[in-house]
């Protein structure tokens, strides 16, 4: 079994920056490729920020230039650095683990003035 910790969540104002981390546990060795996800209120979940596990990025365009994911494989641990947060970055923010469809809690983030 494989278990998601999501931290680093809260309240913002705009501009502000924030760094949600990501912790595995469980019967795994490596956590592969990982994503992080963003829903908001009444939206469905989307795909934020995905690293494989050779350190290849990809990002929603609408966070390109602000938010950097980032992986360290010894701590089993997956980082999104969010810079420059707007309003419409809030949201609940979840962590995957792709191979195995593995989610965690979700920490939520509140962008607001």
């Known amino acids: 079994q494989v278990r998601l910790v999501e931290s680093g969540g809260g309240l913002v104002q705009p501009g502000g920056s924030l760094r949600l981390s990501c912790v595995a546990s469980?019967?795994?060795?490596?956590?592969?490729?990982m994503g992080w996800y963003r829903q908001a209120p009444g939206s469905e979940r989307n795909l934020v920020a995905i690293?494989?596990?050779?350190?290849?990025?990809n990002y929603a365009d609408s966070v390109k230039g602000r938010f950097t994911i980032s992986r360290d494989n010894a701590k089993l641990t997956v980082y999104l650095q969010m810079n420059s947060l707007k309003p419409e970055d809030t949201g609940l923010y979840y962590c995957?683990?792709?191979?195995?469809?593995?989610w965690g809690q979700g920490t939520q983030v509140t962008v607001s003035s």
């Open positions: 995957r683990k792709l191979d195995g469809n593995y």
């Open positions: 690293i494989t596990s050779g350190g290849s990025t």
């Open positions: 469980g019967s795994i060795f490596s956590i592969g490729t």
